[in-house]
Nanobody, 119 residues
Framework: EGQLVESGGALVQTGGSLRLSCAAS????????IGWFRQAPGKEREGVAC????????DYADSVKGRFTASRDNAKDTAYLQMNGLKPEDTAVYYC????????????WGQGTQVTVSS
């Protein structure tokens, strides 16, 4: 059975950096697009980044463009989200998904990891 396990969430100060990891098992990781999402209490779910399966091309939400970088290592079945210049408004639970870059119940989803940015 396919599974995604996220890690790397933490409490960090404004301006700090974190790298989230999304480790896959049980399915052919390199065939799947990877989406990163976040949800903060009281706020709409937001698609943050998307990285293709074919050529590793990426797309980002305007709110994180220039600060976040999505990548993947197909040899390790792992995707990453490097987050720099963190702001308090980046505080949320972050999720990765394999097979979709929109919030929909398809593919595989991680359990979420908490990122908290203090001011």
């Amino acid at each position: 059975e396919g599974q995604l396990v996220e890690s790397g969430g933490a409490l960090v100060q404004t301006g700090g950096s974190l790298r989230l990891s999304c480790a896959a098992s049980g399915f052919s990781f390199d065939d799947y697009v990877i989406g990163w999402f976040r949800q903060a209490p009281g706020k709409e779910r937001e698609g943050v980044a998307c990285i293709s399966s074919s050529d590793g091309s990426t797309d980002y939400a305007d709110s994180v463009k220039g600060r976040f970088t999505a990548s993947r290592d197909n040899a390790k079945d792992t995707a990453y989200l490097q987050m720099n210049g963190l702001k308090p408004e980046d505080t949320a639970v972050y999720y990765c998904a394999a097979g979709t870059c929109t919030w929909e119940p398809v593919g595989y989803w991680g359990q979420g990891t908490q990122v908290t940015v203090s001011s």
